[in-house]
């Protein structure tokens, strides 16, 4: 055997293979690597948020102003997903139904549009930075931290986007240990700079900034490096022939692409939308308060998306080989992994709100508004999982149609009108501002559920009597 064999046999036997073995055991040995990877990924923000919350005389004021550039960085989040979304349950299906150079192609496509898009969106940041801080509720006083911050992260478009829209590529071909470890190589990288830059080097918000950026870029490295080198489909940038003839492929990716698209655009409204509000109703103390809680929603939101995101291309692939068995095994296992956290983490806010809160704030005043904003805001967060399980199955299935509705409904029809509705047509003032995500909670996660089940269940047993 050649050592180039060998390299090959070793790195193959980390891969998770969807074809054979227990589902229980495949999506946990696809979603302990997620996990680690995507609490990791969360230490790109919340790190920079902890130690910007700890600038000596300005960190509760800078935390909010900081807060406000999430907004616009959801947008490029969404850009990403657009494509990284899109595209790897296509590879998934293609990879499943043996057509590897289909797959390849899939792949380089999403690379291409996510370098032209990379390259537009940081032009456009550069540009109009300012007025888009001003959109999101970027007050005089918050602006002195948002438009330093949000023009230094414009410039690493292009290492976030190709970090965070490729790593579902090594992820959907079972290397979920190389995808855990480019998430490592940014995050640690960013837990050591930032309080060089923002303390040692005095630069406070541009410092966090700058450190972020360069974590960012490493991932970026290993990532390309990974899929061009030693992933078993490679990555390539398609020549401009290919991309004039592949349009049919483009619009493919995208359309699906455009549910995780329009759920993290909206977000990035319905965060607009809760600034406004609570500016409006309250002070700048709960801007800086749904700060923190979208900082802590961010942490309880990992794990359950992480079973997702490792449940997604075991999911696909099955449906592309045509073994329905185990794609609604698969879904199953999901759901209850999903439902039991989602319920646990429910009570532990509701009883404990102050110990997530005090990772992001040691000012009293602050803490004390989250914490009853918390009690609110995560109500009802079991009914969470019946989203994320419905969402996950409809866009590992390709079923682009009613992946957007849903993620269309939850906020968009329901959160942002309520946001308005409660507080002042109920008279709720700033609680009613919170309290329009428990009700989106039930409403849109009850129903994302109960079509999957009386849509994908039937498909499932024909498919499975079509084979026999």
Not at 18 to 29: E, M, Y
Not at 43 to 52: G, K, Q, S
Not at 219 to 227: I, N, W
Not at 309 to 335: C, H, Q, T, W
Request: net charge positive; charged share 15%.
């Amino acid at each position: 055997m050649t050592e180039a064999e060998l390299c090959y046999n070793t790195e193959d036997m980390k891969r998770v293979d969807f074809d054979k073995g227990s589902i229980v055991k495949n999506i946990l040995q696809a979603s302990f690597p997620m996990l680690v990877a995507q609490m990791l990924n969360l230490l790109y923000n919340i790190v920079d948020r902890i130690f910007i919350a700890r600038i000596p005389g300005e960190g509760t004021a800078a935390i909010g102003g900081v807060g406000l550039c999430f907004s616009v960085i959801l947008m490029i989040t969404a850009f990403t997903n657009l494509f990284g979304q899109g595209g790897s349950p296509l590879f998934a299906i293609e990879r499943g139904r043996k057509r590897d150079g289909d797959a390849r192609k899939i792949m380089g496509l999403v690379w291409f549009l996510i370098t032209a898009a990379s390259v537009i969106l940081t032009a456009a940041l550069l540009i109009f930075a300012e007025p888009l801080l001003h959109l999101v509720g970027a007050s005089d006083a918050e602006m002195k931290y948002s438009l330093p911050y949000m023009r230094i992260y414009a410039l690493g478009t292009f290492c976030s986007m190709t970090s965070v829209g490729l790593n579902p590529f090594i992820n959907a071909q079972g290397y979920f240990r190389a995808g855990m470890i480019s998430v490592v190589i940014g995050a640690a990288a960013n837990i050591a700079l930032d309080p060089v830059f923002i303390f040692t080097l005095h630069m406070g918000v541009s410092g966090a900034a700058l450190a972020t950026i360069l974590s960012q870029m490493l991932s970026a490295l290993y990532t390309l490096h990974f899929l061009m080198r030693s992933a078993e489909l490679t990555l390539a940038m398609p020549d401009l022939q290919t991309i004039r003839r592949s349009g049919k492929q483009i619009g493919s990716i995208c359309s699906l692409g455009t549910a995780p698209f329009i759920m993290y655009f909206t977000n990035s409204m319905v965060a607009v939308v809760n600034n406004t509000l609570l500016a409006k109703l309250g002070s700048d103390l709960y801007v800086s308060s749904m700060t923190v809680i979208s900082s802590v929603r961010q942490i309880v939101d990992t794990p359950v998306m992480a079973v997702g995101e490792g449940s997604s291309p075991i999911i696909s692939y099955n449906y592309g080989a045509g073994k329905p068995d185990r794609v609604v095994r698969a879904a199953g296992v999901m759901l209850l992994l999903q439902i039991g956290y989602c319920s646990a983490m429910w009570i532990f806010i509701l009883k404990a709100p102050h110990v997530l809160a005090g990772i992001f704030t040691s000012d009293y005043r602050l803490l004390d508004v989250t914490a009853r904003a918390m009690r609110i805001y995560f109500n009802a967060f079991a009914f969470m999982a019946l989203q994320y399980t419905g969402q996950t199955v409809f866009k590992s299935l390709n079923k682009k149609k009613r992946a957007i509705f849903f993620s269309l409904l939850r906020k968009a029809v329901i959160v942002i009108p309520l946001a308005y509705l409660l507080p002042y047509r109920f008279g709720m003032g700033t609680d009613g501002v919170f309290m329009a995500e428990p009700v989106s909670n039930v409403i849109g996660g009850s129903a994302c559920f109960l079509t999957m089940l009386c849509t994908i269940l039937p498909e499932m047993k024909r498919m499975k009597e079509g084979a026999a």
